[in-house]
Structure formats: C-alpha cells, structure tokens
C-alpha cells in the first residue's frame, strides 16, 4: 500500500485529540488537535435570538471561524473589521448549519449559542476540525445550562462530526493535510451524524470530472474516518460526564 506524504495509510486519519473544557471561562470549549491542526473552539450562551426569531420561544445555533495571523506559514493580516470575508464567511455557515442539526432548538428557549472557531495552526482539514471540536464545546455548554436549571432536558439529538476526502495523484485519501489538499483532483468535505446520516456534503472537481462510482467510494471513505472522529469525541464527552 502506498505511503503518503506524513506515512499515513490512504484510509488512515491522522492523530486526533480533543481536550475538552479546555477555557475555563466559557460555557463549554474544546481544544482538538488534527495532527498539525489545531483549533480553539469556545461555546457562549446568550439570553437573546436573531431578530427573525423573536417571540417564537425557540433558540438558535450560529458559529463564527477565523485564523490567527500565525496559523499558517506566511503571516495572515488580522481581521479588525469585526465582519467575516469570503472563505472565513462561507466556513462559519457551514459550521453554523452542521451543529444546529444536532440540537433541537425548541428545547433551547430563546437564547443563542455561538461555537467560535479559532485556527491556532492550519495544515488542512480546519473546518471538518472545527465541525468535530464545536460539538464538544456545545454539548459541554448544554450541559452548562442544564446544570444551571436554564433547561430541563440536554436537547442533543445526535453527534456531528466532519472529514474532508479526496483523490490526490489517482488515490484516494482519507483526512487530507494542506499538501495533499493543494494538489488534490477530487475535494470533499463531508458531514455526518454518529447514525451515518449526511448533514452536509460539499465537493469539487478540480481539474476533471469524476464519476457516481467514485463519489460513492469517497463517501464510504469519510465515514470510516468519520467514524474515528465520533470515537474521540466520545472520549472527550465521557471526561465531561456526558
């Protein structure tokens, strides 16, 4: 079997670690680590709602996502204008739709509960990380409130987590770091619930087209590692007692 460029397996994820709880200040957060990627996600719950929800008495799930000027090799120039751009915009919907699907927000009352998604070091893979770590920072704040007697039930319906697959040089490959994904033919990034069911799929071909049999095997692909996302998840949502 071909080795990749870290010595990895084409089906093998890289090293992931999630230490929850990891601000001592907020709601809930995490902090997970993707091998070189790394990303701060913090929960903070709010007594107020999006203006299209006012008098519904039902909350709302909303993230927002950016890099440090350092994540990356090159200095990226620090956002001061307070408003998400372009990528960082489009990233925090994704986000923002992927963990509210996990929620049932009647439950929440009206209140709103942003994941804030901070790239601490980026070598690939930030949204499907920040997708995977969010949710351990917001069953950690739903836990917050309940604990508070905000809520009467912790309103998870199931896990979400994320992965991004590909095909690089005719393989196709598992969790892709910032190499492999410059250089990829085919780039997903898929999201699943811990019931196998796809939240969001979102991909690409780069320089050519490619074919349903091929789709099918990538998506196969993403849940196996998928599936070790949820375990490791797992792992940290036990350390909170949830």
């Known amino acids: 079997m071909k080795r990749r460029i870290d010595g990895r397996a084409p089906d093998e994820v890289r090293n992931v670690r999630i230490i929850p709880g990891y601000i001592e200040v907020a709601e809930?957060?995490?902090?997970?680590?993707?091998?070189?990627?790394?990303v701060l996600c913090t929960a903070t719950v709010e007594e107020r709602v999006p203006p299209f929800l006012k008098g519904r008495e039902t909350g709302w799930v909303t993230a927002e996502y950016g890099m440090l000027p350092r994540s990356t090799p090159n200095r990226i120039a620090r956002d001061i204008t307070g408003k998400a751009a372009g990528r960082a915009y489009e990233i925090q919907r994704l986000i923002g739709r992927s963990l509210r699907a996990a929620v049932n927000l009647e439950d929440l009352g009206a209140r709103t509960i942003t994941i804030d998604c901070d790239v601490l070091q980026a070598d690939g893979g930030t949204r499907t990380a920040a997708i995977t770590g969010g949710f351990v920072a917001l069953a950690q704040a739903l836990k917050t409130m309940f604990n508070r007697g905000e809520i009467n039930i912790i309103p998870i319906k199931f896990a979400v987590a994320a992965i991004s697959v590909g095909i690089v040089g005719g393989v196709r490959l598992v969790d892709l770091c910032y190499e492999e994904d410059s250089q990829a033919d085919v780039?997903?990034?898929?999201?699943?619930?811990?019931?196998?069911?796809?939240?969001?799929?979102?991909?690409?071909?780069?320089?050519?087209?490619?074919s349903k049999q091929?789709?099918?095997?990538?998506?196969?692909?993403?849940?196996?590692?998928?599936?070790?996302?949820?375990?490791?998840?797992?792992?940290?949502?036990a350390r909170l007692g949830l």
């Open 214 to 237: 091929i789709l099918d095997s990538l998506l196969e692909l993403a849940w196996k590692g998928i599936e070790k996302m949820l375990e490791a998840q797992q792992e940290a949502l």
């Open 28 to 38: 809930g957060s995490a902090l997970i680590e993707l091998g070189r990627t790394r």
């Open 187 to 210: 780039d997903f990034n898929v999201v699943m619930s811990e019931k196998g069911d796809f939240i969001e799929i979102q991909g690409t071909a780069e320089r050519k087209p490619f």
